[in-house]
């Protein structure tokens, strides 16, 4: 079942032109201090999953994050949602420093405010419980004085919001589609009623036919409750088209970030560039992008290259860039590069 709205072009776009209003108030919502987070991995060795990255994220923006497998995404939206504690910086959620969320109550709200939606859909659902379970779970905890005919009734509405029947409460997991599952994810995240939501990779698990319908879900269900989003994927097409800023990482750090029409009409970070031209075009035929290809492998985070990271990799390479962690400039407003190229 597809929801009817999602159908009716007109009313989208002027929902979307109403939402764009919030995003331009430029409210910050999470603000990214300096933030690292390091595992240890034995012997005396330290994995740097996240070296030191600063952004802010919008009210009701799509903050996308990108970078190869491995580059700290998942580990950023962990840290901000205080699963992990960060081993150095701050996550500000909503002008409260993340680390101070202690007690019951308060850790208790902060989880309302601020959810996530996982990569696969398979593993994130219980097998032992109905998806009507799986939803009302938070909405219990949440929602304390609801009766069972509340919970029931909210529900049946969150799995109508998301393009489900009300019948697929009395399922279990295995007997949905990965897109259902997916759906049944966004609905247990909303089911609290978020500020913000983590969505690590909702898609990727997905058949490309039912990707298409999930992003548009998300970006409906984000102009109706006014959400914001941080939307992790290392695939550069799809961030393109769902995001608002982008922020591309590499090797846990922040290489580049802007306006997502600026990122993808002027890369300026080799990484960048080398990850756009790789994006394959909607006209095969097109010779208009020169591709440049990555060279050899990404270096562990456990043994991090001197200077810039990326220096192993660059085709841009000088003698600095291998001494000297290139400082954040911003070459034009609003968009920043960590590069010596830019001084
Ligand atoms: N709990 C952990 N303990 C030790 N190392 C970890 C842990 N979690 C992540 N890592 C390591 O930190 C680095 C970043 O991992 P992370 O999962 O954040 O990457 P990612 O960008 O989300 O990758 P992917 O696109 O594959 O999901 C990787 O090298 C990973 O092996
Ligand atoms: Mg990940």
Known sequence: MELQILNDQKLLDSMRA??????????????VKDLSKYFN????KTLKAVDGINFNIYKGET???VGESGCGKTTVGRTIL???KPTKGDVIFRGENVKNIKGAKKVRNFKKNAQMIFQDPYSSLDARMTIGEIIGEGVKVHYPDYDENKIKNRVSNLLQLVGLNPEHGARFPHELSGGQRQRVGIARALAIDPAFIVCDEPISALDVSIQAQVVNLLNYLQWEMGLTYLFISHDLSMV???SDRV????LGNLVELADN???YANPLHPYTQALISAIPEADPESTTKDRIKLEGEIPSPVNKPSGCSFHTRCIHCMDICTKEVPKVTEPEPGHFVSCH???
Do not use: A, P, R, T
């Not at 922020?247 to 590499?250: F, L, P, Q, R």
């Open 18 to 31: 109403e939402h764009q209003k919030l995003i331009d108030k430029k409210e910050v919502l999470v603000e």
């Open 41 to 44: 991995v034995g012997k005396g």
């Open 63 to 65: 903050f996308g994050l």
């Open 82 to 84: 205080n699963i992990y």
């Open 240 to 242: 393109q088209h769902i």
């Open 247 to 250: 922020g591309v990482m590499y």
């Open 261 to 263: 029409k600026q990122l």
């Open 341 to 343: 190229l830019y001084k």
